[in-house]
């Protein structure tokens, strides 16, 4: 008597269909991986990068502009400087990137770690700030002599105009930089649409 075996019945038979059916499964969940900045070397080096180039920026304000706050003034106008103008540049780039859906993930990270944490980090200083703080406040009183504005008077004026205008600042960025990604993504739209109705009209004429 023959016995005959259905190749469906035979041990390890259908193995290479099913590794065929699970592999598209496999690179489709690879695909769809959630990014992980933590793991991109890239935002590290971004930060790095923009960190060290915010950096030289603010020794270079703090060189250039004169710091009248340490002789009887009323502002460290290098560091005043570079916190309002990293006020307004980290606003205008999270405004600008928030809305910037054409953007990759890892593009949107790197620019925002490395201009925004990086570069805008490196820029403006809160420990600068409050060393000058207590220095006017420890000098209250001595500068009067000198014809100089009294410690507590300049540490009032310097800390209220660096925070109004800081705010202010960050809120004029903030606009500037949603009104820059909609007139890109308006752009992108139009060249978009722009191609799409020269392909239709090439393949009708075809």
Not at 57 to 72: E, T
Request: net charge negative.
């Amino acid at each position: 008597m023959s016995i005959s075996h259905d190749a469906h019945d035979a041990p390890g038979a259908g193995t290479a269909d099913d590794a065929g059916a699970a592999a598209p499964d496999t690179a489709q969940g690879a695909a769809t991986r959630p990014y992980d900045a933590l793991t991109d070397w890239g935002v590290y080096l971004s930060v790095f990068v923009g960190g060290f180039f915010g950096t030289l920026v603010r020794y270079w304000l703090s060189v250039v502009m004169p710091q009248n706050g340490a002789d009887g003034g009323v502002m460290y106008w290098g560091t005043f400087t570079a916190n309002i103008l990293a006020a307004f540049i980290y606003g205008c780039v999270a405004a600008y990137l928030g809305a910037a859906t054409w953007l990759g993930a890892r593009r949107r990270e790197c620019a925002n770690r490395g201009l925004g944490m990086g570069f805008c980090g490196g820029l403006s200083t809160m420990s600068t700030f409050a060393v000058e703080q207590f220095t006017q406040l420890s000098s209250a009183g001595d500068t009067t002599e000198t014809g100089g504005v009294p410690g507590g008077v300049a540490f009032v004026v310097y800390v209220s105009v660096t925070f109004i205008l800081g705010v202010l600042l960050a809120y004029a960025g903030s606009v500037l930089g949603a009104r820059l990604a909609q007139g890109h993504a308006a752009g992108a739209s139009s060249a978009g649409k722009a191609g799409t109705g020269d392909s239709a009209t090439k393949g009708a004429q075809a």
